[in-house]
Each structure stands twice: as C-alpha cells, then as structure tokens.
T-cell receptor
C-alpha cells in the first residue's frame, strides 16, 4: 500500500539557518504530493503541493520538488524564522481521494 | 469565510459508551473526509464522502465505527462500545470537489479520551 516516510524529529535550528526536511514515498500510480503544517494550537493547514513529476510547490519561502526518480518531496527553506516553528507533515493523495500522511517532523527555531 | 468546524472540541467518555462527533464542512464543499490522529503520529484516513454517499470507507478500523452525511453537508462520526484504544484526535476535512488535486481544509479536531 501507499506510504510516506519523513525525517524524524525533533529538529532544532537557529534563526536564518537553512532547512531541509526529507520525505520519500511509496505509491502505485501517480499521486499528488503535499506538505501540511500544524502551528501550535492550530489545525492542519496546506503549505504547498505538487501534482505531477518535476512540479515545484512553493509558499511562504518554502519549496519542494516532486522527484519521481527518487520518489521524494523534500521540504526546503533558505532562511527560517521563529514563526516557522511547527509540526510539518508530508502527505500523498492517491486516485481514491484520500491522503496518506507521514508521522510528522517537529521543527523548533531558536532566536 | 467560515472554515471547517468540529464539535465538541473535547470529549471524555467511559469505556463501552457511545459517542458522536460532528463536522460542519465549508459551505459548498461536496467532499468530506474523516481522519484519526494518534499521539505522535500523522493523521490516518477513515472515510470519504462525496455528497451524501460514502465513496471510500476502507479506513474504518472495525464495525464499531460508522459515519453519515444525510444531507450532503454536516457529517457525524459515530463510535459504539468505545475502547481505550479509540482515544485520539478525530479530524474532519472538506474540499470543493474531492480528488487528489482538491485541497483539503481541515477542522481543529475533536480530542476523544476514553477512560
């Protein structure tokens, strides 16, 4: 079945550091890929998505590229801020309209 | 506009009791999803509605779990004979048209604790 494996946390970085959170997936067919974020005390929000191979999703300075050859969708940001502290979930959406999530990566940015 | 709302926000019940969790999707969204998130895990799919019908209920763990959406808007997740292992946050999401390219908007969740 479909599965998503993402970098285990927690991850702690200093402000303005470069961020990478790794995500790889296993799926049949051609899934869409997503990054969701959960800020403290808030619900899950879509951060970015990519619907086909080589697409790049971007939002709020975050980027991720759909790499079919490596079955990956790594999340990157060039310079993180304290306000980026949250839990990040990688997910895939299959043809049956359901999302399969990774276990989440807790990110803490220290000033 | 209003987002997805879920009630109650917290529910404490005793083992063996029956509970109902409610989800109000974004107005006009035809697709509605239920997920369950255990502590330290990502959400796990339970069931998906397109309109009034359950298009995919493959994630329901057993026959104690049931969900309805009689008028194609509000949905209720029903759990019979609750067990301690049912304790989790139950998330509802809706999207405009469903499908993997439709963005799912999540509610704040109902935190269920079975004692």
């Amino acid at each position: 079945g479909d599965s998503v494996t993402q970098m285990e946390g927690p991850v702690t970085l200093s402000e303005e550091a470069f961020l990478t959170i790794n995500c790889t997936y296993t799926a049949t067919g051609y899934p869409s890929l997503f990054w969701y974020v959960q800020y403290p005390g808030e619900g899950l929000q879509l951060l970015l998505k990519a619907t086909k191979a080589d697409d790049k999703g971007s939002n709020k300075g975050f980027e991720a590229t759909y790499r079919k050859e490596t079955t990956s969708f790594h999340l990157e940001k060039g310079s993180v801020q304290v306000s980026d502290s949250a839990v990040y979930f990688c997910a895939l959406g299959d043809s049956n309209e359901k999302l399969t999530f990774g276990t989440g990566t807790r990110l803490t940015i220290i000033p | 506009g209003a987002g997805v709302s879920q009630t109650p926000s917290n529910k404490v019940t005793e083992k063996g009791k029956y509970v109902e969790l409610r989800c109000d999707p974004i107005s006009g969204h035809t697709a509605l999803y239920w997920y369950r998130q255990s502590l330290g895990q990502g959400p796990e799919f339970l069931i998906y509605f397109q309109g009034t019908g359950a298009a995919d209920d493959s994630g329901l763990p057993n026959d104690r779990f049931f969900a309805v959406r009689p008028e194609g808007s509000v949905s209720t997740l029903k759990i019979q004979r609750t067990e301690r292992g049912d304790s989790a946050v139950y998330l509802c999401a809706s999207s405009l048209a469903g499908g993997p390219q439709g963005t799912q908007y999540f509610g704040p969740g109902t935190r269920l604790l079975v004692l």
